[in-house]
């Protein structure tokens, strides 16, 4: 348990981090599920093979974004469920070297982000509706799931699991230190010991020992002695948990939530109902205060460019992140209840209070009184007014902060600076 926590020390002072997902599907541009939503053939996937060129991939851009919107790490599809290799792996041919990218796009991916000081992780599909070997007559997912075509056709389950496995071997020898194996995802029987989880986690820490694994292999990460397999952290997905996740025997589990910009993970051209950047940077303080990350997503288009959409309010979380980020580094659940005007998050001695709402009046924190040294703004370190007023008989134990105007400093989250005795 001491060797995970040591494993999981990074991740948790980072909170923020960058999900990729990227391949052939940006050109159809309807999401990274089209083959399986329109069922469609690997004939008819095809052509997006043979014309996959995205002339304006710069990994560099991207990690300098990152970087900007304050992220610690980042997580890139290597292959997704339709297949396709964004990598030179040695074990097939559908791979975008053999595209007209004729490139190895992960290890291009693996040195712009290292060199940004940002962490790496990978993305693995554990599905494969390309290789012939993986079940899709009857399967919950395959686009030929109910191709009656595809009925009587044999497949030989154990030679793709031993592909799997080959292919994530690659992954982890080829680039050089690697953070994060983000598997992706278990469901009805294939779960576990399907995929060989106890085998495939054991290669996994032999090749790089410090890397840390999602939970979607199939075990009980929530179990008070979890399989070998179950992960070291959880994942869920476009939710925030009510109050973080903690296991069966109440000690709290590391997290991330993944979240989309839109309403997709891939590039979708006619998807333009973005989150707001005030949204997202609420998002990540509840993460936060809840003792969890936020993998938030960028799905490129075609020609290897994150939308402007994403890269505009990407910065304007980073212009935040500038002034206010040690609200979010190091930082977790503050042991206090959400008060009503916002959220806490907490470092050591440090507490700080993002104010959502401004209210009426004095900002009131309960049952601190005692315990506040001094109060600043974050952003710029102003001082902050902590005078209790004179007619306060009824708040109890509370900290009064207050404001000059009935606006707030910031409208998307003024963050105070607490320090506690």
């Not at 004729?102 to 509706?129: H, N, P, Q, T």
């Amino acid at each position: 348990m001491a060797q995970q926590e040591q494993r999981m020390d990074w991740f948790i002072r980072s909170r923020f981090g960058m999900f990729i997902h990227w391949g052939l599907y940006a050109i159809p541009a309807r999401g990274e599920w089209v083959r399986s939503h329109e069922r469609l053939t690997i004939e008819d996937y095809q052509p997006f093979f043979e014309e996959f060129n995205p002339i304006n991939y710069n990994p560099r851009e991207w990690a300098a974004l990152a970087k900007k919107a304050g992220m610690k790490y980042a997580v890139m599809t290597t292959k997704h469920h339709d297949g396709f290799c964004l990598f030179d792996s040695k074990l097939t041919d559908y791979k975008a070297t053999n595209t007209p990218a004729g490139r190895d796009l992960i290890k291009e991916y693996v040195e712009a982000f290292r060199d940004e000081g940002l962490k790496v992780g990978f993305y693995y599909s554990l599905l494969d509706w390309h290789h012939p070997d993986y079940p899709a007559y009857g399967d919950s997912h395959h686009p030929m799931r109910d191709n009656e075509a595809w009925k009587d056709k044999k497949h030989d389950f154990p030679r793709y699991i031993e592909y799997m496995h080959g292919q994530v071997r690659e992954l982890l020898t080829n680039y050089g230190k690697i953070d994060i194996i983000w598997f992706d995802f278990s469901y009805d029987n294939m779960a576990g010991e399907t995929w060989k989880a106890t085998e495939l986690v054991e290669m996994t820490r032999s090749l790089q020992p410090d890397i840390i694994i999602d939970n979607r292999l199939g075990g009980n990460i929530k179990s008070a002695n979890p399989e070998i397999y179950a992960g070291d952290f959880a994942c869920p997905e476009q939710i925030i948990p009510p109050e973080g996740i903690k296991n069966e025997v109440g000690k709290p589990i590391p997290w991330e939530a993944c979240i989309t910009m839109n309403n997709h993970w891939g590039y979708a051209a006619a998807d333009k109902d973005y989150k707001s950047p005030k949204q997202l940077i609420r998002a990540l303080v509840e993460c936060v205060s809840k003792g969890g990350n936020l993998l938030l997503n960028v799905g490129p288009n075609a020609k290897g460019e994150i939308p402007q959409e994403s890269v505009d309010i990407l910065l304007q979380i980073g212009e935040w992140m500038r002034k206010n980020g040690d609200s979010i580094y190091n930082c977790g659940y503050a042991g206090l209840p959400k008060p009503e005007w916002g959220r806490y998050t907490r470092n050591g001695n440090k507490l700080y209070a993002h104010i959502f709402e401004r209210g009426i009046g004095p900002i009131a924190l309960q049952g601190l009184n005692a315990n506040v040294k001094k109060a600043r703004l974050l952003a710029d370190g102003s001082q902050v007014n902590i005078n209790k007023p004179w007619n306060a008989e009824h708040y109890g134990d509370a900290v009064f902060l207050n404001f000059p105007s009935s606006r707030l400093p910031d409208e998307i989250d003024t963050v105070v600076e607490l320090e506690l005795d």
